[in-house]
């Protein structure tokens, strides 16, 4: 048996302070998002150390790529943040591309800006409807499902896929839009997505209990965000307006008129109505997207980087050579190496490519917006309450897919 | 199940042998435990949203706490530091339990084929329901759920009794 | 020629290997002895300021002399540029000086360095595995670690 406590040695004042308590949380918890795991040292409720661990979700997305041709890769990019798998696509692609120094054609652009926006915006759902899950505020789980699966029946119509789309191509994409495919997009953005994002907006933002739930919980400054890698509606919350959209405008962002929403304490509730306004800017972009879609091709003319056509494949021999050669080998990517960043979703998503020439990538290095967010947690909690950390960590919005890869 | 209804209004009666009210009665109260680790998982917040909703089969109640739940839906690709985490959670499960195998990933490694990925769960627990796809539509999790229901209603035999596969 | 390089040539002539500026992308090779000095350099220099360390990771050259390379992506918030400092380590001694003080934020990105590739960096608070679990022998991203080569940690062996 233990030693009873003698409550009153500290000079007759009650002490009861006892030993730091070791938890665990994770992988399998219902709050860690997937497959995180945390050793959390307490206080009583008062997180005083925490450990994260994590790749728990490893599938050697770059050895995988290292063994596959160019074109292979896309399907490995979907599933790396598989909450807005468009994007992963579009960011693949570019880089790609800046390799080969392809110029890809106007039309292509607006259609990779609306569906990476398309993409960002289902991805703020499912940070912010999970989030408030976790925080005990299931409706605005189901309002913010109803426009993704709209969003959903949108993808699929585009490339056959729910989830994981692999619509991109070096040079273009897997296919053209289809027939009426901006007209749905632009009904579900002026209808469904709107309304949903008002009724949420409704339901929390001046919601007393989600106020005093996340104000001023996971704060961070400007300084320790910029310090610790920090990008993305997480950094954006802090105050710092960096939005690559903006600062090295790529595709045609820099044609359409869009605000960059910054916060200013960087806690959990900046960084929802980041989110929010978020979205609605980029219902903005869209709408301004669509208007300018120009018409034309939406591959570039090029036979060494785009398939011939069936017709073509089926009729000559040269083109049937062509597509052979060019499904076993791969597309012929020059040697050299290049770093091509694009704004997703969480923050500045990064492929690092080495080429020595030849059908496959040498190396592929993802830098994930959710790595450094993650190395961030301990730093947004300690000191904090147990229940913050949920808190704080649904809202900073952890994809396991990319963070592990 | 036989069931006899009196045209008079009388009071009717229904003949039955228990095991069957009970597996009646267990099949329109699964609770599923989601192992979701990946893409899949999306998938399954789809089946259980507004759209697809699986409350419609008995089985939104969803549990995180393996002592509490029937059905284990593997959803997603299980590597070798997640697999020990997967088999001790069945292992916590009470019978009867059965398994679920989402996505291709769970099924058979999927196109993961390299020194991490455990190429398919049936490798470590004994699976009753395979899903294919990558990932699976949500309808894939709604008919795997009815078909677990099957397995309950017929008595047909699970997997777990014919564990391992020699 | 770009600023950020001819600044670090000015600075460091001696550390500097080569540069290039292929694809728009500043590249800087340097020797690693000077590694945290010149990282501090490019961050503190008031016409640099990279404020933020992007990525790092590491490249294995298998057959070529040295094998190695670490390669950081560095971003300037305010002069919204971009430079890439690569350090080539020979295969017998991949070790370089950690870059955590300079940018807290690089910590775990050294770890998975460790991790895949094997390459030490030498005064680093934990530099453990970070992606694989510690029993993993071996570095998986290495050219020379075949890329099925399970080492199961649970179920038969294959």
């Not at chain 2, 759209?51 to 995180?64: C, M, P, Q, T, W």
Request: charged content about 25%; glycine content about 8%.
């Amino acid at each position: 048996m233990a030693e009873p406590v003698d409550i009153t040695a500290n000079g007759g004042t009650p002490d009861l302070q006892a030993e730091p308590m070791l938890i665990n949380i994770g992988p399998s918890h219902p709050a860690t998002h997937a497959t995180l795991r945390f050793q959390a040292k307490l206080d009583g409720e008062t997180i005083l150390d925490l450990v994260p661990e994590f790749g728990y979700l490893h599938r050697g997305f770059e050895k995988e790529s290292e063994a596959a041709t160019w074109t292979q890769v896309v399907p490995y990019t979907d599933r790396l943040n598989y909450v807005s798998p468009l994007m992963n696509n579009v960011g693949y692609a570019m880089a790609v591309e800046k390799l080969c120094g392809i110029e890809i054609t106007d039309r292509c652009k607006y259609v990779r800006v609306i569906i990476s926006e398309l993409s960002r915006i289902i991805d703020h759902m499912v940070c912010i409807g999970t989030n408030m899950v976790d925080l005990g505020a299931l409706t605005n789980f189901w309002y913010f499902w109803k426009p993704r699966e709209e969003v959903y029946f949108l993808i699929e119509e585009l490339c056959g896929q729910r989830l994981t789309t692999s619509y991109t191509r070096i040079g273009g994409a897997m296919a053209d839009l289809p027939a009426g495919w901006t007209d749905r997009v632009l009904a579900v953005c002026r209808g469904v997505i709107p309304e949903c994002i008002a009724d949420v907006n409704a339901l929390l933002t001046k919601n007393r209990i989600f106020i005093e739930r996340t104000m001023g919980v996971g704060p961070i400054t400007a300084k320790d965000a910029i310090a610790l890698g920090f990008t993305g509606p997480c950094l954006r919350a802090a105050g710092v307006p960096l939005d690559l959209r903006k600062d090295e405008p790529y595709l045609v962002y820099d044609r359409f008129d869009f605000d960059i929403p910054i916060g200013e304490a960087g806690d959990t509730c900046d960084r929802y109505l980041v989110r929010m306004e978020e979205m609605r800017q980029s219902l903005r972009i869209i709408e301004q997207a669509i208007a300018q879609l120009p018409g034309g091709p939406i591959d570039i003319d090029d036979p060494r980087f785009i398939l011939p056509s069936k017709e073509l494949v089926y009729g000559n021999i040269e083109a049937l050579m062509n597509h052979f050669k060019f499904i076993m080998e791969g597309v012929k990517v020059p040697a050299g190496e290049v770093y091509s960043a694009t704004e997703a979703a969480n923050g500045e998503l990064g492929f690092y490519i080495v080429s020595r020439g030849g059908g496959g990538p040498y190396k592929i290095k993802v830098r994930p917006p959710c790595f450094p967010l993650f190395q961030g947690i301990p730093h947004l909690v300690k000191g904090q309450m147990i229940a913050d950390l949920i808190a704080t960590l649904g809202s900073v919005n952890i994809i396991a897919g990319e963070l592990d890869r | 199940m036989a069931v006899r209804i009196e045209k008079d209004g009388a009071p009717g009666y229904a003949l039955t042998t228990l095991e069957s009210l009970i597996a009646w009665g267990r099949k329109y109260s699964l609770y599923p435990f989601t192992f979701a680790t990946a893409c899949c998982g999306i998938e399954v917040m789809g089946a259980f949203g507004t759209h697809y909703d699986l409350s419609r089969f008995g089985a939104e109640v969803v549990r995180f706490s393996p002592r509490q739940a029937d059905v284990l839906l593997v959803a997603g690709t299980i590597n070798y530091k997640m697999a020990p985490v997967l088999k001790r959670i069945y292992d916590q499960m009470l019978e009867p339990k059965w398994v679920i195998s989402m996505g291709a990933c769970a099924c058979s490694g999927g196109f993961y084929n390299n020194y991490t990925v455990l190429q398919g769960i049936d490798k470590i627990v004994p699976v009753d329901v395979y899903i294919p796809g990558c990932p699976p539509n949500p309808e894939g999790i709604i008919d795997a759920v009815v078909r677990i229901q099957k397995i309950i209603e017929t008595g047909a035999p699970r997997a777990a009794d014919r564990w391992p596969i020699k | 020629m770009s600023i950020v390089l001819d600044r670090l040539r000015e600075r460091f002539p001696a550390d500097v290997v080569s540069t290039h500026s292929d694809f728009g992308d500043d590249t800087a090779l340097v020797r690693r002895e000077r590694i945290v000095e010149i990282l501090a350099f490019l961050r503190d220099d008031p016409a640099l300021l990279f404020d933020f360390a992007m990525d790092l990771t590491g490249v294995d050259y298998l057959g070529e002399e040295p094998r190695f390379e670490v390669v950081y992506h560095l971003y300037s918030l305010e002069k919204k540029r971009r430079v890439r400092i690569k350090v080539r380590l020979h295969e017998e001694d991949p070790v370089i000086d950690t870059a955590v003080a300079v940018w807290p934020g690089i910590n775990w990105y050294e770890r998975e360095a460790w991790d895949m590739y094997g390459i030490v960096f030498r005064g680093h608070p934990n530099l453990k595995r970070i992606l694989m679990y510690e029993a993993f022998e071996g570095h998986p991203l290495r050219k020379d670690y075949p890329k099925a080569k399970r080492q199961p940690t649970i179920g038969p062996e294959e």
